[in-house]
C-alpha cells in the first residue's frame, strides 16, 4: 500500500505542475479563470514531489527506493503527457483523485 500512497502523491504533485502552465490550463479548462492561482499550484507540484520523494525513502530504506521512485516518476509522467495531449479534460479529475487515494491511504 506505500507504493500506491506515494505514487498517488507524486501524480498529483505533477498534474498540478503541469496545471501551471498557462498553455496546459488554458487547453484544460478552456480558458475559465481556475481556483488555484499558477504560483501556488507551482509551489503545490514541488511540495508534493518532496513529500513522495521523503515517504518513499521512509517507506523503503534501501537503496532500491531511489530506483522505484524516479522510475514512477518516469512513467508518472510519460501518462500525464500522453492524457495532457489526447483527453486534456480529464487530468484535473485524475490529480483529484490520486490526490485522495494518497489521502485515503
Known amino acids: 500500500m506505500s507504493v500506491l500512497t506515494w505514487a498517488a502523491l507524486l501524480y498529483a504533485a505533477l498534474t498540478a ?15 475559465r479563470p481556475t481556483l488555484l ?3 501556488s499550484l507551482r509551489w503545490l507540484g514541488f ?23 524516479f522510475g514512477a516518476l518516469t512513467v508518472l509522467g510519460y501518462g500525464l503527457n500522453t492524457a495532457l495531449a489526447y483527453v486534456p ?17
Open 89 to 105: 479534460r480529464l487530468v484535473p479529475l485524475a490529480g483529484q483523485c490520486a490526490f485522495g487515494v494518497a489521502l485515503v491511504v
Open 17 to 31: 505542475l503541469s496545471l501551471s502552465v498557462s498553455r496546459h490550463s488554458r487547453d484544460v479548462f478552456n480558458g
Open 37 to 39: 492561482s499558477p504560483r
Open 47 to 69: 511540495t508534493g514531489i518532496a513529500a513522495s520523494l521523503i515517504y518513499c525513502l521512509i517507506a523503503a530504506p534501501s537503496g532500491r527506493s531511489w530506483v522505484m521512485w
